[in-house]
């Protein structure tokens, strides 16, 4: 099982991105897919969870400025950031358990400038 998460950059306050994760070696459709960010100043943070069935969670913090979505046939889950702040720099992770183990894809910098 393989994650690769890709898509972040370096954005003003205020803008956006989106990240995405392809997933192999797993079905999407049949687990849970999370985003996870850290900063050398934080403990890593679950920011976003899709389940199998599509429902959604958002850590406060990103609530109504985040969006977390998949295509199931291209086994793919999006970040999708609106309205970022220097206090989502970050680097991104995706994530899934898979027989019991965490799964941890190579992570991708998100760096907001004000």
């Known amino acids: 099982v393989q994650l690769q998460a890709y898509g972040g950059g370096l954005v003003q306050a205020g803008g956006s991105l989106r990240l995405s994760c392809a997933a192999s070696?797993?079905?999407?459709?049949?687990?849970?897919m999370n985003w996870y960010r850290q900063s050398p100043e934080k403990q890593r943070e679950l920011v976003a969870t899709i389940t199998s069935g599509g429902s959604t969670n958002y850590a406060d913090s990103v609530k109504d400025r985040f969006t977390i979505s998949k295509d199931t046939a291209k086994n793919l889950v999006y970040l999708q950031m609106n309205s970022l702040k220097p206090g989502d720099t970050a680097v991104y992770y995706c994530?899934?358990?898979?027989?019991?183990?965490?799964?941890w894809g190579q992570g991708t910098q998100v760096t907001v400038s004000s």
């Open positions: 994530n899934t358990r898979f027989r019991g183990q965490n799964v």
């Open positions: 070696g797993v079905s999407i459709s049949m687990t849970s």
